[in-house]
């Protein structure tokens, strides 16, 4: 078992969201520049501030699991950190399909807690809407898909093979909040941290320079 550490929430008892054949998260535009995407007891977000914007997913207001990244790998993982999937997020990723005998070229690769490749997609989301999630046969486990849905946006997610690990719909959301949130370009809510951070030091560096320049006339 492979853990990706987070104290506060070890030992927590995790929420489970129950299977379904197909799930729907719309933006949540009542919030404005929060990143959430939320439909009844279905919620994705990705906490203010976030560097990596990774996202966390929740049932019934219940943390499920969120996800965890380093360089273009990100783990998908219980709230006690255990993790089940890692995706691997590349333009140039080929893998060999365990019924074949050439590669081919993909954009993510989904490995489990053995790092055996159990599924992967072959088209990059800032190409297209719509994400094919399969499995190491070629074999669709799920379909996410992006429509607007008023001034909004909403996530659609069919589930073709409820027994494959990659139905979890924790991985699923994980995977919508990841691409969503990583692909944001108005990220109003880390773009109002990060101009306050600016103030602040163009603040505190005026506030040196006028100290310095009493203390040199006072010499």
């Known amino acids: 078992m492979i853990y990706i550490f987070r104290s506060w929430f070890i030992n927590e008892v995790c ?27 279905h919620k994705v977000i ?8 990774d996202p ?8 499920v699991g969120y996800g965890s990244t380093f360089w273009v790998d990100t783990w998908f993982v219980d709230c006690n950190g255990l993790a089940s999937v890692y ?12 019924n074949e005998e050439e590669e081919i070229f993909v954009s993510y690769v989904f490995r489990d ?18 994400i094919e999630i399969k499995n190491n046969e070629g074999n669709r486990v799920a379909i996410l898909e992006k429509g607007q ?37 108005t990220d109003g809510c880390n773009m109002t941290w990060l101009m306050t951070l600016i103030s602040i030091s163009i603040i505190l560096v005026l506030v040196l320079a006028c100290y310095l320049d009493y203390h040199n006339q006072r010499r």
Request: glycine content about 6%.
């Open 15 to 41: 929420a489970v969201i129950p299977k379904s054949d197909m799930y729907v998260v719309d933006k949540n535009m009542d919030k404005g520049w929060h990143n959430e995407y939320v439909r009844g007891y």
């Open 46 to 53: 990705c906490k203010c501030p976030s560097i990596r914007r």
């Open 56 to 63: 966390e997913v929740y049932y019934n207001d219940v943390l």
């Open 87 to 98: 995706m691997t997020v590349d333009d140039n990723l080929r893998i060999k399909l365990s």
């Open 113 to 130: 807690a053995d790092y055996k490749i159990v599924g992967y997609s072959d088209v990059r989301y800032a190409l297209s809407d719509t």
């Open 149 to 185: 849905l008023g001034i909004g946006w909403t996530w659609n997610v069919t589930i073709t093979d409820q027994d494959h690990l990659l139905s979890d719909p924790l991985i699923l959301f994980g995977i919508i909040g990841k691409l969503e949130f990583e692909h944001d370009d």
